[in-house]
């Protein structure tokens, strides 16, 4: 009977005064965590019982006897992550490390975290829509290790893929690299991602194979997208899926700030309102917005505005970025404050 008395006059009696009573808890929480002994062998030891041992650890960490700390590396930026979840209503942010705040360290540090991500929370039967003409999904289709073909996949391509020769083939290439580590079905959209009119794209349009591709984006489960800048990127330059500097003038005047899949966006994530948006031939910002998990992959200081105003809007719902654009982000005043002090007074 030795053990439940004792335990009652360590735990929930008055006999012992509370110094007697914290050393008792302090001796069981360094024995525990301290010296890794096992709950049922410190109550043996001591002559109490094991519910009385859990409930002195409990006890130990309620009045802060026994502290638990998360150190985080210096190169992991969870606490950034969250704050930009919080901020922007984010389903989730992933924040890589970098050195620099453009240039190509950038682009490599946020394609290996965004693979890294894809490899983590891509399940079975995913239907993952992919753009085109993206430095970004580039370096993270090149980091994504190859995966067991477990249920049936489809990857399509999202924006019109035709343009200068080479850069065709790569943006083919870039979907069919993806399915292939996937185990995944490709499905093309064999068409500019600009057509050179709103003709010449409704003529695309009807073209029964870019229909059969189109089809794919009502069931999308996961989109991965690029955030570009009013200006276009190299790779977008090449291709030929570029609209005139006068056009982008007009882009400009109008308050665009960036795009997704060459659809424009102001400073707030609205689409601005433009002709020019008949000439694309792809998914438009309002089919994204309905997809269940849509990741923007973007970053360097060049791309600010444009991601700013694509996590304002909410276009995407995980951002993956370098830890100077997520600072960048958290440095802004609410996006609630910045339209209030848009507002005429």
């Known amino acids: 009977m030795r053990p439940c008395r004792l335990a009652e006059r360590a735990f929930g009696g008055t006999t012992l005064n509370s110094l007697e009573r914290r050393?008792?808890?302090?001796?069981?929480?360094?024995?525990?965590?301290?010296?890794?002994?096992?709950?049922?062998?410190i109550a043996q030891q001591l002559s109490l019982s094991q519910a009385m041992v859990s409930r002195l650890l409990a006890a130990a960490q309620t009045e802060g006897i026994v502290r638990t700390t998360v150190m985080t590396p210096t190169d992991v930026y969870t606490e950034l992550e969250e704050q930009l979840v919080a901020r922007y209503q984010l389903r989730d942010a992933i924040v890589a490390d970098s050195t620099t705040e453009t240039g190509d360290e950038v682009l490599r540090a946020i394609g290996s975290a965004a693979s890294s991500h894809l490899e983590v929370t891509l399940g079975n039967?995913?239907?993952?829509?992919?753009?085109?003409?993206?430095?970004?999904?580039?370096r993270t289709v090149g980091s994504l290790q190859p995966r067991r073909r477990t249920g049936k996949k489809h990857v399509v391509q999202i924006l019109g893929g035709i343009g200068v020769p080479t850069a065709e083939?790569?943006?083919?290439?870039?979907?069919?690299?993806?399915?292939?580590?996937?185990?995944?079905?490709?499905?093309?959209?064999?068409?500019?991602?600009?057509?050179?009119?709103p003709q010449a794209?409704?003529?695309?349009?009807?073209?029964?194979?870019?229909?059969?591709?189109?089809?794919?984006?009502?069931?999308?489960?996961?989109?991965?997208?690029?955030?570009?800048?009013?200006?276009?990127?190299?790779?977008?330059?090449?291709?030929?899926?570029?609209?005139?500097?006068?056009?982008?003038?007009?882009?400009?005047?109008?308050?665009?700030?960036?795009?997704?899949?060459?659809?424009?966006?102001?400073?707030?994530?609205?689409?601005v309102d433009s002709p020019l948006n008949q000439r694309v031939v792809g998914m438009s910002l309002e089919q994204l917005r309905r997809?269940?998990?849509?990741?923007?992959?973007?970053?360097?200081?060049?791309k600010l505005e444009a991601v700013r105003g694509a996590v304002a809007g909410r276009l995407?719902?995980?951002?993956?970025?370098?830890?100077?654009?997520?600072e960048a982000l958290l440095a802004d005043p609410p996006p609630s404050e910045r339209t209030r002090k848009r507002l005429p007074r």
Request: charged share 15%.
């Open 23 to 41: 050393r008792l808890i302090t001796k069981v929480a360094r024995m525990y965590y301290e010296h890794g002994i096992r709950q049922p062998q």
């Open 125 to 138: 039967d995913e239907v993952v829509g992919i753009s085109s003409w993206s430095e970004t999904l580039l």
């Open 169 to 197: 083939a790569h943006a083919i290439r870039l979907t069919e690299q993806l399915a292939s580590l996937l185990g995944a079905e490709p499905h093309f959209l064999t068409a500019p991602g600009v057509a050179a009119s």
């Open 201 to 271: 794209a409704a003529a695309y349009l009807s073209e029964p194979q870019v229909q059969e591709t189109m089809a794919y984006f009502s069931q999308l489960t996961v989109a991965l997208v690029g955030i570009g800048s009013l200006n276009p990127s190299r790779l977008l330059g090449e291709s030929g899926n570029v609209f005139a500097k006068e056009d982008l003038a007009a882009l400009r005047r109008l308050g665009a700030v960036g795009d997704i899949c060459v659809h424009f966006f102001d400073a707030q994530g609205q689409p």
């Open 291 to 302: 997809v269940p998990r849509t990741i923007g992959i973007a970053g360097g200081t060049e």
């Open 316 to 326: 995407i719902s995980t951002l993956i970025t370098d830890r100077f654009t997520a």
